[in-house]
């Protein structure tokens, strides 16, 4: 029933797209059985390789066919040779980089002799195409989600009472949050002429707040339906502004991403263990393909490079400073970390001009206006400004503040009955007058 239900979900947006899914649902379920069955080692590398080049295969021709098309046209065009693209008009698939890296680590995991592979069909086909995280994740591992589809499942009045929270708390955040803030991102990322400075990082500020909502409120519905049914998949989203430097920030957001990036590429690339220079390489490599995940434009590129920067230079620092211990009471040790939360958050902040820009020029423009633009804009604008975003964010800080203090994402769970039900009250009055109404897709929905 569920996997039925899972292809009519898909499938009601275009039921063509849903042949991709089971190519690679049959193409990696008999990859499995015969690297497992196989003793010879370099029988498994075949099959191995069978399954990831089929998948990278589907997803390089639906999603990066035009843009490297184009990019040799421009290239061949700089060095005379006349060479014109036809334009095929593809449609990217929702959801195909989800679902092709979840159906990849089965069969990669597999190999390494991780776990076993399901002899049911129908069992693995359930485990690609679960409906709750089929189109934007969470990026479940067959290790966790496999088991729960094997064995009967149990559904508590505890369960379901989380499960309700997860939904009503994620669509808070993409009803009333992010899609409130999408308005003046837009706006300002539209404009022809570049505004000063404050507008700039107004907007930055902004969306900041909206890809996180848009994005951890899919998935906090994506879990919240899951533990209706009695399924646990993973949490996606752990406070991501709280971290304090670029490696806490990849532990907090997109998870299952950089979790799959970390097993999948840059370990297998060596990870940190053959010395710095080639560390550095590891990460620059695992960054700049993460970003390139993200959609087919080099500004995403240079969205991985920049974040690649900041491990780097983050792993220099440590290295410089090995060694030094720094005493201080606890008020100070707890000052100086939110003082690192606030600028690591800035710079966090410019990576998502570099992320939602369209073109190398409006990141140069937008940059210039960000640090250069600031002629007749005072203290008071400055605040008024923010005050904007800042109308549809302060429940949103509240309750992260509350889970960040409480180290649990579901202490809303943990007050009386009068507590959460007027919780629940706020939330559903905000979407209901305040919400944005009609169909805005999920930004992920693109990746």
Known sequence: MLLVASYIFYGSWDARFLSLIWISTIIDYLCGLRIYKSEDIKEKKIYLFCSVFANLAILGFFKYSGFFAEGLQHLLHDVGIPFHVHSFNIILPVGISFYTF???????????????PTKNVLDFALFVAFFPQLVAGPIERAKNLL???????EITLDKFYAGCFLIMWGLFQKIY????????????????????????????????????CDFAGYSNIARGVSKCMGFEIMVNFNLPYFATNPRDFWKRWHISLST??????YIPLGGDKN??????RNLCITMLLGGLWHGAAWTFVLWGAYHATLLILHRMLNVLFRGVRFTAGVLAQRAWNAVKVICFFHLICFGWLIFRAQSFGQIIHMAHALFFKWEGVSIVDLARGIGIPMHFLGLLLLVQFLQFVKKDLMIILKFNILARALFYYICFVLIIIYGVTGAKEFIYFQF
């Open 177 to 212: 949050v992010a899609d409130n803030l999408a308005k003046l991102v837009d706006t300002v990322f539209a404009w022809k002429e570049y505004p000063n400075g404050m507008l700039v990082l107004v907007a930055l500020y902004s969306f900041a707040f909206q890809i996180f």
């Open 102 to 116: 979840q159906t990849m680590s089965y069969t990669i995991d597999i190999y390494y002799g991780k776990i076993k």
């Open 275 to 280: 010395g710095l220079l080639k560390t550095y």
């Open 260 to 265: 799959w990036l970390r097993d999948y590429l």
């Open 147 to 153: 088991p729960q589809i094997l064995r009967p499942r």
